[in-house]
């Protein structure tokens, strides 16, 4: 006698396939500055509650990347970065991720206003819808312009974090909306420098090329100027001091720097050194939104030990 | 071969299982971790349910008050 089997062993799915759909290095990013977000709020939150927000804050975050990848599959089979993505590979079904993604964002919000209030629930409901339907159904295919979008609902998470502590929205809170939705165009929009091909192929309208590297490179520099100002800037308000408003003039500097480098370049000298330019810029603009928050956090260490200067 | 009650399919998803087990045990966790901050804190347990509860409503006189 003998087992009989309808699933091909080598190709089911285990438990590391249903972490993936959650998009584990995506939620890193989120879960980080949904803390800062949260810490750096006026009003202290329990230890226990904070870390059970920010849990179903991340959850919340990994439900709409399982989403993205119920609704992206056909676009995954076709680049070569995300063929190995458990729906592609046939490791996960569809429709299994489907439910996957919503049972998990229902669980989620319901969780989040339970264990703190009701608007931030609200609020990451909201994040959920804004990144599924209005960024990957709606506009991702649409427009070129879909980094701008996609990159708001990446904003979202330090406002909901804020939201956990204060049930509310305030300036303090827009502004790390603004310093994360302005970063997310020239951070992309370098990858797209030197990945090239992949999104042509999936017909996914991308900068580079439905307007050219050139204009490609103009967008990267005026969004670092847009960027510079407002990331300074939030050293005045209430969360930031003395510390964040010199990490941030240093790396501000060197951002728009490393724009002006990458607008000032043409393809060929490009293509010569390999996109080294563009290459150093991308890994830059990571340890850049790495180090405003780190420094909006270490304020916050600051004054709650009493150090804190304005 | 015998019929046993572990078939391949057994220990072919246990990690799985495993894993599931553990996010619910966890689920379970923070849940009663949660039941223990609120109740530490004194929050609002109960809400408004069609009528006002008595622990709602203004306390009454007492027999003494009254009978002045």
């Given at each position: 006698?003998?087992?009989?089997?309808?699933?091909?062993?080598?190709?089911?799915?285990?438990?590391?396939d249903?972490?993936?759909?959650?998009?584990?290095?995506?939620?890193?990013?989120?879960?980080?500055?949904a803390?800062?977000?949260?810490?750096?709020?006026?009003?202290?939150?329990?230890?226990?509650?904070?870390?059970?927000?920010?849990?179903?804050?991340?959850?919340?975050g990994?439900?709409?990347?399982?989403?993205?990848?119920?609704?992206?599959?056909?676009?995954?089979?076709?680049?070569?970065?995300?063929?190995?993505?458990?729906?592609?590979?046939?490791?996960v079904?569809?429709?299994e991720?489907?439910?996957?993604?919503?049972?998990?964002?229902?669980?989620?919000?319901?969780?989040?206003a339970?264990?703190?209030?009701?608007?931030?629930?609200?609020?990451?409901?909201?994040t959920?819808?804004?990144?599924?339907?209005?960024?990957?159904m709606?506009?991702?295919?649409?427009?070129?312009?879909?980094?701008?979008?996609?990159?708001?609902?990446?904003?979202?998470?330090?406002?909901?974090?804020?939201?956990?502590?204060?049930?509310?929205?305030?300036?303090?809170?827009?502004?790390?909306?603004?310093?994360?939705?302005?970063w997310?165009?020239?951070?992309?929009?370098?990858?797209?420098?030197?990945?090239?091909?992949?999104?042509?192929?999936?017909?996914?309208?991308?900068?580079t090329?439905?307007?050219?590297?050139?204009?490609?490179?103009?967008?990267?520099?005026a969004?670092?100027?847009?960027?510079?100002?407002?990331?300074?800037?939030?050293?005045?308000?209430?969360?930031g001091g003395?510390?964040?408003?010199?990490?941030?003039?240093?790396?501000?500097?060197?951002?728009?720097?490393?724009?002006?480098?990458?607008y000032?370049?043409?393809?060929?000298?490009?293509?010569?050194?390999?996109?080294?330019?563009?290459?150093r810029?991308?890994?830059?603009?990571?340890?850049?939104?790495?180090?405003?928050?780190?420094?909006?956090?270490?304020?916050?260490?600051?004054s709650?030990?009493?150090?804190?200067?304005? | 071969?015998?019929?046993t009650?572990?078939?391949?399919?057994?220990?072919?998803r246990?990690?799985?299982?495993?894993?599931?087990?553990?996010?619910?045990?966890?689920?379970?966790?923070?849940?009663?971790?949660?039941?223990?901050?609120?109740?530490?804190?004194?929050?609002?347990?109960?809400?408004?349910?069609?009528?006002?509860?008595?622990?709602?409503?203004?306390?009454?006189?007492?027999?003494?008050?009254?009978?002045?």
């Open positions: 006698m003998s087992d009989i089997s309808y699933i091909p062993q080598d190709n089911e799915a285990r438990f590391g249903y972490i993936a759909l959650l998009k584990p290095r995506v939620m890193s990013l989120v879960v980080f500055t803390f800062v977000g949260l810490v750096v709020a006026p009003n202290p939150v329990h230890p226990f509650v904070g870390f059970v927000a920010i849990l179903f804050i991340a959850l919340g990994g439900a709409s990347g399982a989403l993205n990848m119920w609704y992206d599959a056909d676009i995954d089979r076709i680049m070569r970065r995300t063929r190995s993505r458990p729906i592609p590979a046939g490791r079904t569809e429709r991720a489907l439910g996957f993604g919503l049972a998990l964002s229902g669980i989620s919000c319901v969780m989040l339970l264990a703190t209030n009701v608007f931030a629930g609200l609020f990451l409901a909201f959920i819808f804004f990144y599924v339907v209005v960024y990957t709606w506009l991702k295919r649409a427009t070129p312009q879909n980094i701008v979008i996609g990159g708001a609902a990446g904003a979202f998470p330090p406002m909901i974090g804020w939201a956990v502590a204060t049930g509310g929205i305030s300036i303090e809170s827009v502004a790390m909306f603004l310093l994360v939705f302005l997310t165009p020239p951070h992309f929009w370098s990858l797209a420098l030197f990945m090239k091909a992949d999104y042509d192929e999936a017909k996914v309208p991308m900068l090329s439905t307007h050219g590297r050139t204009v490609t490179r103009k967008h990267i520099l969004y670092a100027l847009v960027l510079a100002p407002l990331a300074v800037g939030i050293g005045f308000t209430s969360i003395p510390l964040y408003f010199a990490t941030a003039l240093v790396m501000n500097a060197l951002f728009i720097k490393g724009a002006i480098e990458i000032g370049r043409s393809e060929a000298q490009a293509e010569a050194d390999k996109y080294a330019v563009e290459k810029f991308f890994y830059f603009s990571l340890i850049y939104l790495f180090a405003h928050f780190l420094a909006l956090l270490a304020e916050a260490g600051l709650y030990l009493g150090l804190g200067i304005w | 071969m015998a019929i009650r572990d078939s391949e399919l057994h220990t072919r246990f990690s799985r299982n495993a894993g599931l087990g553990v996010v619910l045990l966890g689920f379970v966790a923070i849940v009663f971790g949660l039941t223990v901050v609120k109740v530490e804190r004194g929050s609002k347990l109960e809400g408004f349910d069609h009528q006002p509860r008595v622990s709602e409503l203004p306390a009454e006189p007492t027999k003494t008050e009254v009978a002045k």
